[in-house]
């Protein structure tokens, strides 16, 4: 009979093999095999001050924007700007022809005079009339009748008076002249052209840049802080570029005019116009801006990283760490926000870790591990593969 001899080397390596992979599996399940702890930045909450604002998309809209049409018909024989110019109210524009104007007016002056001397000769008639009468060489008819031309004198040069005037009303219509101080746009009627009160098309435009207004909506949640501001006295307002830091130097600063009294059905929201002095013409018709409306004085309020606050179905939360490292979610009121920070009304207490990245990852419950300084990013503290072992083993 032959006897075969079997080495335990191998079947050591075997079982050796198999303790390396179920220590290998409980480290990747870690105990009791559950998820492993999940690194994630955090931070201590702290407080600071924040003062509660409104900001919001503007539109720069002038205070008036006038259409400048004629008011009689007529060919235009002179244009007294250039497109583009600031004018102030008053001034001429456009002169129309005003030569059958001006005869029109010649006519009603010398109907006037004419009145005059036929009204001065009727009262000099009835003041003869009056001595004359006491003598017995007239009768009473003839004084009445002298009484009557003498008033029919005085209503004579009342009537041509209003004509004078009529004529230098229409004689100054064919004279065009800016109805307020703006800038005028483009010029639709050139010399020889005849205008009418009717045409579809004005002469020019002009659009008042100072002051000038900036038209935004104030949302629903935001519309009784408006309404409490407001009460307690002027609202500074500032705007700055669209494409600009909300945080950054502002384009004109200005205060709070107009609060619609309709809120919009469509969204819930309520106008409001802010106006501004516009030195230098810095804010444009129709530019969109960024409006940021102060709306009370600066308080404490929880300050977190806006990447550490998450929206929520009912409302925004965040993800706090108690002391055994698990971490859970926690409903918030956002004050606001300023500089990338949000500010809590609620919620946070100040020193509670709060969890400011990797958040998609988390479940409530979960175990995590915070990053410590100087640690990587991405990666936990793990001892180097291939340490020798220490001398003396």
Known sequence: ??????????????????????????????????????????????????????????????????????????????????????????????????????????????????????????????????????????????????????????????????????????????????????????????????????????????????????????????????????AKGRLAVAVRPRTGELDGPPLASGSLAFLDNNVDPGNGSVTAKAEFNNPGDILWPGAIVNVDMALGMPSPRIALPEAAVQTGRDAPFVWTIDGEGKVAMRDVTVAGRSGGKVFLASGVKEGERIVTDALSKLKPGDKVRTKGPGKPGNAPRTAAIGTPAPAGG
């Open 1 to 230: 009979m032959i006897t075969v001899k079997t080495s335990p080397l191998p079947i050591l390596g075997a079982l050796a093999l198999v303790l390396a992979a179920c220590s290998s599996s409980d480290e990747a399940g870690g105990k009791g095999g559950g998820r492993p702890p999940s690194l994630v930045g955090a931070e201590a909450a702290k407080s600071a001050d924040f003062a509660p604002r409104l900001v919001a998309l503007g539109t720069v809209t002038p205070l008036q924007t006038v259409a400048v049409r004629p008011r009689a018909e007529g060919e235009i024989i002179a244009v007294m700007f250039q497109e583009g110019d600031n004018v102030r109210a008053g001034q001429p524009l456009f002169r129309l022809d005003d030569r059958a104007a001006r005869a029109q007016l010649a006519q009603a002056r010398a109907q006037l005079a004419s009145a005059r001397a036929t009204a001065a000769q009727a009262s000099a008639d009835y003041g003869r009339a009056q001595q004359l009468v006491g003598k017995g060489f007239i009768s009473g008819t003839v004084l009445d009748q002298r009484k009557a031309l003498a008033q029919g004198g005085t209503a004579g040069i009342a009537g041509a008076e209003a004509a004078v005037r009529n004529a230098e009303t229409m004689l100054s219509y064919l004279t065009v002249r800016a109805p307020v101080s703006g800038r005028t746009g483009e010029i639709n009627f050139r010399l020889g052209a005849n205008v009418r009160p009717a045409d579809a098309l004005p002469l020019v435009t002009v659009n008042q840049l100072s002051p000038i207004s900036v038209r935004f909506l104030v949302p629903p949640e935001e519309i009784q802080n408006v309404r409490g501001a407001m």
